[in-house]
């Protein structure tokens, strides 16, 4: 039974929220503030946040950053206003999964859950069979985000590492921007497709030796992106 805790403060959307889910199977719990969210969640083991911005003590962007540096992989669903677009960015930034804007559908709501824990479901299931994976003179460790490059170490961001993942599994075969968007992001309509080309372009500059010219992440034109490993 997955377990997911609400963060809102509006206490009226947070008791309807908490019924809904609950009647879905979920096990809920719910956070009234910044502070109480945190408690909880140093507490318990969760498997899905819901987290309002606006909220007493601690805002909802201070949490989403705190929760990432512990738990890179679970997933964060904000609750953002409908006319708060830097919101957007900015909480997605931070690391949070997915949004969706206030007043909200309730079957929107739990469509982005069922698909935010199957994506979990998917990378905990592959990353368990293969966590490690070597390209090249690069190393992903996928359990715990770690990589390793001539150059450097460093951690991967919960979102970089899904896009590796996604085209590691995918290896040999054309992944489009918009399939990546679909399975990697849930946000078909408001991310641009730039932002994928963003987030390539970043990847390149770890692991390609030389971006300009890159050997792993190959771009095909008008179709997308392709992950290879050259003999
Ligand atoms: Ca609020």
Not at 34 to 40: R, V
Not at 175 to 192: A, F, G, I, P, Q
């Amino acid at each position: 039974m997955c377990k997911i805790l609400i963060v809102e403060d509006e206490a009226s959307l947070a008791q309807g929220l908490e019924f809904n889910l609950a009647e879905e199977g979920y096990t809920v719990a719910i956070a009234k503030d910044g502070k109480e969210a945190l408690e909880l969640y140093n507490e318990n083991d969760y498997d899905l946040i819901i987290l309002d911005i606006m909220l007493p003590y601690i805002d909802g962007f201070e949490i989403a950053k705190s929760i990432r540096e512990k738990s890179p992989l679970l997933p964060i669903l904000m609750l953002t206003a409908r006319s708060g677009v830097n919101d957007r960015v900015r909480g997605l930034e931070l690391g949070a999964d997915d949004y969706l804007s206030k007043p909200f559908h309730l079957e929107e709501l739990l469509a982005r859950i069922r698909n935010m824990l199957k994506r979990k479901q998917w990378y905990r299931e592959i990353s368990d069979e293969q966590p490690v994976f070597h390209f090249g003179e690069n190393e992903i460790n996928f359990a715990d985000l770690s990589a390793k490059t001539p150059s450097s170490d460093f951690q991967l961001t919960n979102r970089e590492a899904l896009v590796m993942r996604y085209l590691i599994d995918h290896r040999d075969a054309i992944v489009s921007r918009k399939e990546l968007l679909e399975n990697v992001w849930h946000v078909s309509s408001e991310v641009e497709t730039r932002t994928v080309d963003n987030f390539i372009a970043r990847l390149r500059k770890y692991f390609e030796p030389d971006p300009s010219q890159p050997r792993f992440i190959i771009s095909v034109r008008s179709a997308g992106y392709m992950f290879t490993v050259p003999d």
